[in-house]
């Protein structure tokens, strides 16, 4: 169920993240680049929010500037991946698999982004049961 949340919250923030871009592009005249990034970080606000709250909720968790940091860290690396993935897939099979070669970077970068969101950025914390 987690996973299937996590994919939830990818495909929000995706849409939220064009959605925004094009509204920056369109409303206010930013250039596509600018309206890229701007997209990018209201994603990614709105993403570690949902993920806190619900893909990775725990009575015991608390919204963290640590953690929000972390998760913005994981991003920048889950991209990092992408694109070297992305790169070396080009290299083997050219352009006439473009679309392929997209989806594969997408697949291993989110499946990067959740194992490391899971276990480092909303890790479950643990409590000593102060009967032992």
């Given at each position: 169920m987690e996973l299937a949340r996590f994919f939830a919250v990818a495909v929000i923030g995706l849409?939220?993240?064009l959605a925004v871009a094009w509204g920056a592009t369109i409303i206010f005249g930013l250039p596509l680049w600018l309206?890229?990034?701007v997209g990018?970080?209201?994603a990614a606000m709105a993403n570690y929010l949902l993920h806190e709250f619900w893909t990775f909720?725990?009575?015991?968790?608390?919204?963290?500037s640590l953690r929000a940091i972390r998760?913005?860290?994981v991003l920048a690396g889950t991209l990092v991946v992408r694109i070297i993935v992305v790169a070396i897939l080009a290299e083997i099979a050219g352009d006439s698999h473009a679309l392929l070669v997209l989806?594969?970077?997408?697949?291993?970068?989110?499946?990067?982004?959740?194992?490391?969101?899971k276990h480092l950025v909303f890790q479950?914390?643990?409590t000593?049961?102060?009967?032992?």
């Open positions: 849409v939220l993240d309206s890229a990034i990018f970080v209201v909720r725990s009575p015991k968790n608390r919204p963290s998760y913005t860290l989806m594969a970077g997408a697949s291993v970068s989110f499946c990067v982004h959740y194992l490391v969101s479950k914390i643990e000593k049961d102060p009967s032992q």
